[in-house]
């Protein structure tokens, strides 16, 4: 794909002007809250909101357009999906560093044009009623989402550099939806990227284990919450109590099934990524007060 200086110009004076009008208009725009993201910060039993993993793989193969379409079309309150670049400069939901997994094709994301990708075949692997199915690009994905009301949960795979964060931004003001959007990551040069080119845009940190201080980590990288596994909640129980305390929300993935759902409302945590999303949706409706 070959981008038009002009246009790509054009388009990056338009984002800019939007961040500008957002942070004069919104002083404290670099600083957006837990709550207004992910609504009040729950207590122990309190029901968490539901995220899709990768769309509704239960129904579909993951991060392609009809998994993430289903997800946009159900009850849920998060879609959840990954995004890297093609060796082109081209943002495309893949979760693995290479295709061999979920297409036809072998080799690096990052090694591979968007032309070569998009030649692939995403769902045949899945089941042949996906036959044919391709890897869908950023802009796909947020023009399917634009058109809905659901909030995104962005993972930025592996390092990004600025320039690359300026690829989803273009999309991202361009279509409106940046109110709707939490980018996260693992990787936290990358998030402090994410501070600097787009502070109205709220930010979670993708941990494994729980450092000692989660909440210094959350607020030294300007973070709303921290996602993370049960398994380091059941290592640090007060973690959770702690987060809440500094306004900060805590999510748990990847979970699958009741008695992990169970555990994790125990704890309080405010969001559930899941494979099993209309399932854990239906579950939370019958098993927990205030839904």
Do not use: C
């Amino acid at each position: 794909m070959v981008t038009h200086p002009l246009r790509r110009g054009t388009a990056s004076a338009i984002v800019t002007l939007a961040l500008v009008a957002v942070l004069l208009l919104v002083p404290d725009a670099g600083r957006v809250s837990a709550t207004s993201m992910i609504g009040a910060l729950r207590a122990p039993g309190d029901p968490a909101f539901v995220a899709g993993h990768r769309g509704d793989r239960a129904h579909a193969p993951e991060n392609t357009m009809p998994a993430l379409e289903r997800a946009l079309a159900s009850g849920l309150d998060f879609v959840e999906t990954d995004v890297q670049l093609t060796a082109d400069g081209v943002p495309v939901l893949m979760h693995d560093e290479t295709v061999d997994r979920t297409t036809d094709g072998t080799g690096a994301v990052a090694e591979l044009s968007l032309a070569e990708i998009r030649a692939l075949d995403a769902g045949s692997w899945y089941d042949t009623e996906f036959a044919g199915t391709r890897v869908p690009t950023f802009d796909e994905f947020v023009a399917a989402f634009a058109g809905s009301r659901k909030k995104a949960i962005i993972e930025l795979k592996g390092y990004w550099t600025p320039d690359g964060i300026g690829t989803l931004l273009d999309t991202i003001y361009l279509r409106g939806v940046q109110s709707r959007i939490v980018f996260a990551s693992f990787d936290l040069t990358t998030v402090a990227h994410l501070a600097d080119a787009a502070p109205d845009i709220p930010r979670a940190i993708l941990k494994r284990d729980l450092p000692r201080d989660p909440v210094g980590l959350a607020d030294y990288y300007g973070a709303i919450a921290i996602i993370t596994t049960p398994a380091s909640l059941e290592a640090d129980p007060d973690a959770v109590e702690r987060m809440h305390a500094a306004g900060l929300g805590v999510l748990v993935y990847t979970l699958n099934s009741e008695k992990r759902w169970s555990d994790a409302l125990a704890f309080g945590v405010d969001g559930i990524i899941t494979d099993k999303p209309s399932k854990l949706d239906g579950w939370i409706a019958k098993t927990a007060p205030g839904t």
